[in-house]
């Protein structure tokens, strides 16, 4: 039976490689389509979880979670042999950056030597892992052509880049438009046919895994800059005297040519801080140099200096020496309402804080403990039954949970990276 007509009739089996962030919710979804899934990964964590259908990432709901492995729809395991019995081979594996700032692709390279010898013919193999362009078929490919397949005819290889966003409420896995590019003419129809029976969106097609890699790229450097340009707008007006956020809301009222982004202490997440990196090293092999790219990159690496700057001076001007000051730090995740700390704002922020010897806590209900990769030292949550002791309270994170109008009334001094506390007058409240 060809693989299209096994995707109609749900006979397809599919394996999903690592389960995080896009790993599990991507396995979820196909499972809740009626394919038999299989998530392999090589955190005995995650493994263990899946298989008694605990739950450990935000976007997935736990009890679809527990439902689809009861009813064995869904199992994990660290056996990359299991491979040989399975039609399509999903890839989403971590693709983070070194101490350079360059591509570490060991985690793709690693995935490739241990499925290889389990390959079996009529085959899709799609990676959703972010990357730099030309991945594919650099790394994916050659392996596979080292054992005899023919791209096209025995496997169908494409990429198809991870579309998520944390916490967002109105567009999941499931019904997020995708972007697929594949090998050849047979791989693109193969995997359009795979996507269409899984998601409850749109599938685009472009002509190669390079477009489909790219395209990928552009879209969080496309964001990543255009957060720079807030951030810098924002110092700006800072030293002018004008308030940002009013000029921002100004700006929205015209109806074409702009859209709206919003300064901060920084940004975070796995994809905006680190996929035009990607672009940046793979632009040197072809001699160029993506000088606005790696500009954004600076401004943005440098906003938690700004804010612990701005900080200080609040704290001066009311009297404090910052090494003296109790400080809040309200919200640390990246975004709002989500437990996800990869790459936060926050982490930079207290590592400026404590060569400023100041002394701070924080308040988040969604993290309630996190080791901050920057210093190698732990911190816990506390709770906001003492929030009038502090000299400044600096939100960071603007989690809807929060009670604002409270915050306020209760804080001595707020210093409101998130303007938060929007509609709130109280000269209390300094909005970064």
């Given amino acids: 039976m060809i693989l299209s007509e096994k995707f109609l009739n749900r006979e397809a089996k599919v394996a999903v490689i690592g389960l995080g962030y896009v790993g599990l919710p991507m396995a979820v979804t196909i499972a809740r389509k009626g394919f038999n899934v299989l998530g392999l990964d090589v955190s005995d964590y995650a493994v263990t979880s899946v298989n008694a259908g605990k739950n450990y990432i935000g976007d997935v709901d736990d009890d679809e979670l527990k439902q689809l492995v009861d009813a064995k729809m869904l199992s994990a395991s660290k056996d990359y042999s299991l491979l040989a019995d399975i039609d399509v081979i999903l890839i989403a594996v971590p693709t983070p950056l070194d101490k350079y700032q360059q591509p570490d692709s060991s985690f793709i390279r690693a995935v490739m030597k241990s499925m290889s010898d ?51 409420q109105d567009f999941k896995t499931h019904n997020t438009p995708k972007v697929v590019g594949g090998m050849t003419t047979a791989c693109n129809e193969i995997s359009e046919a795979f996507y269409k029976q899984i998601l409850d969106a749109e599938v685009f097609v472009v002509s190669s895994p390079k477009v489909a890699e790219m395209e990928k790229i552009y879209e969080n450097t496309f964001r990543n800059i255009n957060i720079a340009l807030a951030n810098e707008m924002m110092i700006l007006c800072n030293r002018m005297d004008i308030d940002i956020w009013e000029v921002i809301e100004a700006a929205k009222t015209k109806p074409y040519g702009f859209m709206a982004f919003y300064p901060g202490p920084g940004v975070g997440g796995h994809c905006i801080p680190i996929d035009p990196f990607y672009l940046t090293w793979k632009a040197r092999e072809y001699n160029y140099h993506t000088r606005l790219i790696e500009l954004a990159g600076e401004i943005n690496v440098a906003m938690p200096e700004f804010v612990a700057t701005k900080a200080m001076r609040l704290l001066n001007k009311n009297g404090i020496a910052v090494s003296q000051a109790k400080i809040l730090l309200l919200g640390t995740a990246y975004k709002r309402d989500i437990e996800d700390m990869r790459e936060s704002p926050t982490l930079g922020l207290i590592v400026e804080l404590e060569k ?29 039954d003492n929030l009038e002791d502090y000299d400044l309270v600096i939100i960071l994170t603007d989690h809807t949970v929060y009670n604002y109008q409270e915050i306020v009334n209760r804080s001595q001094l707020i210093l409101d990276t998130r303007n938060a506390a929007k509609g709130i007058q109280s000269p209390k409240i300094v909005r970064l």
């Fill in 118 to 168: 389990h390959i079996t013919k009529d085959t899709l193999i799609i990676l959703e892992s972010t990357t730099y362009p030309g991945t594919t078929e650099e790394i994916i490919i050659p392996p596979l052509e080292k054992k005899g397949f023919i791209i096209g005819k025995d496997l169908f290889v494409a990429f198809s880049p991870e579309r998520v966003d944390p916490g967002n």
């Fill in 356 to 384: 400023l010897n100041a002394h701070f806590d924080y308040n988040d209900p969604h993290v309630p403990e996190f080791e901050n990769e920057l210093n190698h030292k732990s911190y816990k949550s506390i709770s906001l």
